[in-house]
Protein backbone atom coordinates (compact mmCIF):
# COMPACT_ATOMS: atom_id res chain seq x y z
CA UNK A 1 0.00 0.00 0.00
CA UNK A 2 1.55 3.29 -1.25
CA UNK A 3 -1.07 6.12 -0.48
CA UNK A 4 -4.51 6.08 1.15
CA UNK A 5 -7.04 8.67 1.80
CA UNK A 6 -9.30 8.27 5.08
CA UNK A 7 -12.81 10.39 6.00
CA UNK A 8 -13.71 10.11 9.21
CA UNK A 9 -16.59 10.70 10.71
CA UNK A 10 -19.50 11.29 7.98
CA UNK A 11 -23.42 10.99 10.30
CA UNK A 12 -24.11 7.69 7.56
CA UNK A 13 -20.57 6.65 6.65
CA UNK A 14 -18.17 7.03 9.89
CA UNK A 15 -15.03 5.90 7.95
CA UNK A 16 -14.66 6.21 4.51
CA UNK A 17 -11.22 5.47 3.02
CA UNK A 18 -10.11 5.13 -0.53
CA UNK A 19 -6.05 3.89 -1.62
CA UNK A 20 -3.55 2.14 -3.76
CA UNK A 21 -1.59 -0.41 -3.36
CA UNK A 22 1.76 -0.23 -4.91
CA UNK A 23 4.19 -3.62 -5.20
CA UNK A 24 6.48 -5.64 -7.40
CA UNK A 25 3.97 -7.08 -10.56
CA UNK A 26 6.04 -10.35 -9.89
CA UNK A 27 5.22 -10.61 -5.86
CA UNK A 28 2.04 -12.92 -5.79
CA UNK A 29 -1.57 -12.08 -4.21
CA UNK A 30 -4.84 -13.03 -4.14
CA UNK A 31 -7.68 -10.63 -5.32
CA UNK A 32 -10.24 -9.08 -2.62
CA UNK A 33 -13.14 -10.95 -0.96
CA UNK A 34 -13.88 -13.13 1.99
CA UNK A 35 -10.97 -14.98 3.52
CA UNK A 36 -11.07 -19.09 2.97
CA UNK A 37 -11.71 -20.41 6.93
CA UNK A 38 -12.73 -16.84 7.80
CA UNK A 39 -15.82 -15.51 6.12
CA UNK A 40 -16.05 -12.61 8.74
CA UNK A 41 -12.77 -10.93 6.94
CA UNK A 42 -12.42 -9.32 3.56
CA UNK A 43 -9.48 -8.07 1.83
CA UNK A 44 -6.79 -9.30 -0.64
CA UNK A 45 -3.89 -11.20 0.27
CA UNK A 46 -0.29 -11.12 -0.31
CA UNK A 47 0.35 -14.77 -0.84
CA UNK A 48 4.18 -14.60 -0.16
CA UNK A 49 4.28 -13.61 2.96
CA UNK A 50 0.66 -14.36 4.30
CA UNK A 51 -0.43 -11.16 5.16
CA UNK A 52 -2.51 -8.12 3.46
CA UNK A 53 -2.18 -4.27 3.59
CA UNK A 54 -5.87 -3.30 3.48
CA UNK A 55 -9.22 -4.91 4.46
CA UNK A 56 -12.13 -4.97 6.96
CA UNK A 57 -14.07 -7.31 8.98
CA UNK A 58 -17.63 -7.95 10.34
CA UNK A 59 -18.22 -5.31 13.45
CA UNK A 60 -16.89 -2.34 11.64
CA UNK A 61 -13.38 -3.81 12.27
CA UNK A 62 -10.30 -2.63 9.30
CA UNK A 63 -7.19 -1.83 9.36
CA UNK A 64 -4.24 -0.69 6.75
CA UNK A 65 -0.86 -0.35 6.12
CA UNK A 66 2.01 1.30 4.62
CA UNK A 67 5.39 0.72 4.48
CA UNK A 68 7.67 3.54 5.60
CA UNK A 69 10.22 4.65 2.68
CA UNK A 70 13.27 4.91 3.79
CA UNK A 71 16.01 3.34 0.99
CA UNK A 72 19.57 2.13 2.82
CA UNK A 73 18.16 1.44 5.78
CA UNK A 74 17.88 -2.50 6.53
CA UNK A 75 15.23 -4.50 8.04
CA UNK A 76 15.96 -5.76 11.65
CA UNK A 77 17.48 -9.44 11.53
CA UNK A 78 14.41 -11.58 11.05
CA UNK A 79 11.47 -8.86 10.72
CA UNK A 80 8.43 -10.81 10.42
CA UNK A 81 6.18 -9.49 7.32
CA UNK A 82 4.88 -5.90 8.12
CA UNK A 83 1.33 -7.42 6.36
CA UNK A 84 0.78 -9.65 9.46
CA UNK A 85 0.38 -6.27 11.49
CA UNK A 86 -3.32 -5.74 9.56
CA UNK A 87 -3.40 -9.57 9.50
CA UNK A 88 -3.63 -10.34 12.59
CA UNK A 89 -5.37 -7.09 13.33
CA UNK A 90 -8.37 -8.12 11.24
CA UNK A 91 -8.73 -12.10 12.51
CA UNK A 92 -8.63 -11.15 16.29
CA UNK A 93 -11.15 -9.73 18.57
CA UNK A 94 -8.56 -6.77 20.46
CA UNK A 95 -10.03 -3.56 20.25
CA UNK A 96 -8.23 -0.94 17.90
CA UNK A 97 -6.70 1.29 21.01
CA UNK A 98 -5.33 -2.04 22.73
CA UNK A 99 -4.23 -3.60 19.42
CA UNK A 100 -1.98 -0.53 18.51
CA UNK A 101 -0.61 0.03 21.99
CA UNK A 102 0.64 -4.11 22.07
CA UNK A 103 2.13 -3.89 19.04
CA UNK A 104 3.87 -0.23 19.74
CA UNK A 105 5.72 -2.52 23.13
CA UNK A 106 7.81 -3.85 20.61
CA UNK A 107 7.50 -1.61 17.02
CA UNK A 108 10.91 -1.71 16.40
CA UNK A 109 10.81 -5.72 15.85
CA UNK A 110 9.69 -4.89 12.05
CA UNK A 111 10.76 -1.90 9.37
CA UNK A 112 9.36 1.07 9.01
CA UNK A 113 5.71 1.34 8.55
CA UNK A 114 2.59 3.15 9.50
CA UNK A 115 -0.51 1.20 10.93
CA UNK A 116 -3.90 2.45 11.28
CA UNK A 117 -6.42 0.04 12.77
CA UNK A 118 -10.27 1.17 13.60
CA UNK A 119 -13.54 -0.19 15.57
CA UNK A 120 -16.93 1.32 16.23
CA UNK A 121 -14.83 2.72 19.53
CA UNK A 122 -12.63 5.02 17.19
CA UNK A 123 -9.39 4.71 14.64
CA UNK A 124 -5.78 4.67 15.71
CA UNK A 125 -2.29 5.13 14.07
CA UNK A 126 0.78 3.59 14.97
CA UNK A 127 3.84 4.49 13.07
CA UNK A 128 7.71 2.87 14.44
CA UNK A 129 9.22 6.13 12.52
CA UNK A 130 6.90 9.09 14.49
CA UNK A 131 9.68 10.23 16.28
CA UNK A 132 6.75 10.86 19.25
CA UNK A 133 6.22 7.02 19.30
CA UNK A 134 2.95 6.77 20.26
CA UNK A 135 -0.02 6.01 20.06
CA UNK A 136 -2.58 8.37 18.63
CA UNK A 137 -6.30 8.36 18.49
CA UNK A 138 -7.49 10.11 15.22
CA UNK A 139 -10.16 12.35 15.41
CA UNK A 140 -12.78 13.13 12.72
CA UNK A 141 -11.53 14.67 9.70
CA UNK A 142 -10.16 13.72 6.49
CA UNK A 143 -5.92 12.37 6.08
CA UNK A 144 -3.94 10.91 3.43
CA UNK A 145 -0.68 8.64 4.34
CA UNK A 146 1.45 7.85 1.91
CA UNK A 147 4.75 6.09 2.77
CA UNK A 148 6.11 8.89 4.86
CA UNK A 149 4.36 10.21 8.59
CA UNK A 150 0.71 10.84 8.34
CA UNK A 151 -0.89 14.19 6.09
CA UNK A 152 3.55 14.64 5.16
CA UNK A 153 2.49 16.88 2.00
CA UNK A 154 4.23 15.67 -0.90
CA UNK A 155 2.63 16.30 -4.23
CA UNK A 156 0.60 13.00 -4.50
CA UNK A 157 -1.00 13.43 -1.26
CA UNK A 158 -1.84 16.97 -2.11
CA UNK A 159 -3.27 15.77 -5.57
CA UNK A 160 -5.35 12.94 -4.02
CA UNK A 161 -6.26 14.72 -1.16
CA UNK A 162 -7.60 17.88 -3.17
CA UNK A 163 -9.39 15.26 -5.75
CA UNK A 164 -11.38 13.25 -3.35
CA UNK A 165 -12.23 16.30 -0.70
CA UNK A 166 -14.51 17.30 -3.64
CA UNK A 167 -16.43 14.18 -4.02
CA UNK A 168 -19.60 13.02 -1.74
CA UNK A 169 -19.45 10.50 0.64
CA UNK A 170 -22.00 8.45 -1.66
CA UNK A 171 -20.26 8.43 -4.39
CA UNK A 172 -17.85 5.75 -2.19
CA UNK A 173 -20.90 3.36 -2.41
CA UNK A 174 -23.25 4.80 -4.93
CA UNK A 175 -20.22 5.98 -7.98
CA UNK A 176 -17.69 4.41 -7.26
CA UNK A 177 -15.91 4.76 -10.38
CA UNK A 178 -15.54 8.25 -9.47
CA UNK A 179 -13.45 7.74 -6.58
CA UNK A 180 -11.86 5.10 -8.79
CA UNK A 181 -11.13 7.73 -11.49
CA UNK A 182 -9.45 9.56 -8.42
CA UNK A 183 -7.06 7.43 -7.16
CA UNK A 184 -6.08 6.44 -10.88
CA UNK A 185 -4.44 10.15 -11.36
CA UNK A 186 -0.70 9.20 -13.15
CA UNK A 187 0.42 12.74 -12.83
CA UNK A 188 3.76 13.19 -11.74
CA UNK A 189 5.60 15.85 -9.85
CA UNK A 190 7.69 18.58 -11.74
CA UNK A 191 11.66 17.46 -10.84
CA UNK A 192 11.74 20.60 -8.26
CA UNK A 193 8.52 19.65 -6.37
CA UNK A 194 9.85 16.14 -5.41
CA UNK A 195 10.65 14.92 -1.92
CA UNK A 196 14.41 13.72 -1.11
CA UNK A 197 13.71 10.01 0.26
CA UNK A 198 16.82 8.58 -0.53
CA UNK A 199 15.53 7.65 -3.82
CA UNK A 200 17.55 8.74 -7.33
CA UNK A 201 15.72 11.47 -8.86
CA UNK A 202 13.70 9.20 -11.76
CA UNK A 203 12.89 6.79 -9.31
CA UNK A 204 11.66 9.67 -7.07
CA UNK A 205 9.95 10.80 -10.01
CA UNK A 206 8.24 8.06 -11.16
CA UNK A 207 6.70 7.24 -7.52
CA UNK A 208 5.51 11.04 -7.17
CA UNK A 209 2.16 10.35 -8.57
CA UNK A 210 -0.80 9.00 -6.86
CA UNK A 211 -1.17 6.43 -9.41
CA UNK A 212 2.36 4.24 -10.75
CA UNK A 213 2.57 2.32 -13.68
CA UNK A 214 5.73 0.66 -14.37
CA UNK A 215 6.72 -2.77 -15.99
CA UNK A 216 8.67 -3.90 -12.59
CA UNK A 217 6.76 -1.69 -9.86
CA UNK A 218 3.33 -0.19 -9.96
CA UNK A 219 -0.24 0.33 -8.70
CA UNK A 220 -1.63 -3.33 -8.39
CA UNK A 221 -5.26 -2.25 -7.21
CA UNK A 222 -7.09 0.21 -5.82
CA UNK A 223 -9.30 -0.41 -3.09
CA UNK A 224 -12.69 1.36 -1.55
CA UNK A 225 -13.91 0.55 1.82
CA UNK A 226 -16.77 2.31 4.03
CA UNK A 227 -18.25 2.02 7.03
CA UNK A 228 -22.15 2.72 7.89
CA UNK A 229 -22.76 3.92 11.13
CA UNK A 230 -24.49 0.96 11.72
CA UNK A 231 -21.16 -1.10 11.37
CA UNK A 232 -22.09 -2.76 7.87
CA UNK A 233 -18.82 -2.53 5.96
CA UNK A 234 -18.73 -2.70 2.15
CA UNK A 235 -15.68 -3.15 0.12
CA UNK A 236 -14.39 -2.41 -3.19
CA UNK A 237 -11.36 -3.72 -5.19
CA UNK A 238 -9.63 -2.58 -8.72
CA UNK A 239 -7.20 -4.56 -10.31
CA UNK A 240 -4.51 -3.60 -12.93
CA UNK A 241 -1.86 -5.23 -14.99
CA UNK A 242 1.39 -3.77 -15.53
CA UNK A 243 0.46 -1.04 -18.42
CA UNK A 244 -2.21 0.32 -15.87
CA UNK A 245 -4.87 -1.44 -17.70
CA UNK A 246 -8.35 -2.28 -15.49
CA UNK A 247 -8.23 -5.93 -15.48
CA UNK A 248 -11.11 -6.85 -12.58
CA UNK A 249 -12.99 -5.84 -10.06
CA UNK A 250 -13.48 -7.80 -6.40
CA UNK A 251 -15.03 -7.20 -3.08
CA UNK A 252 -17.69 -7.71 -1.31
CA UNK A 253 -20.22 -6.74 1.92
CA UNK A 254 -19.76 -7.68 5.53
CA UNK A 255 -21.99 -9.05 6.94
CA UNK A 256 -23.61 -10.42 3.66
CA UNK A 257 -25.76 -7.56 1.91
CA UNK A 258 -25.19 -4.95 0.43
CA UNK A 259 -25.74 -1.90 2.54
Same mark, same amino acid.
Given at each position: MCIAYLALGHPQWPVRVAANRDEYHARPSAVAGPWPGHPRVIAGRDLSAGGTWLGGAQGGRFALLTNYREPGVPAPAHAPSRGVLVRDYLLGTASAQAYCLGIGQDAQAWAGFNLIVGDRAGVWILSNRDPAGVVRRLAPGRYVLSNHLLDTPWPKSRRLRAALDALPASDWVRHPQRVFDALRDTTQAAVDQLPDTGLDVAREQLFSSPFIVDTQYGTRCSTLLSIRADGRL???????? $??? @?????????? $??? @??
Open positions: WLSEQSYD $PAG @RAVGRHGGCL $PGH @RP
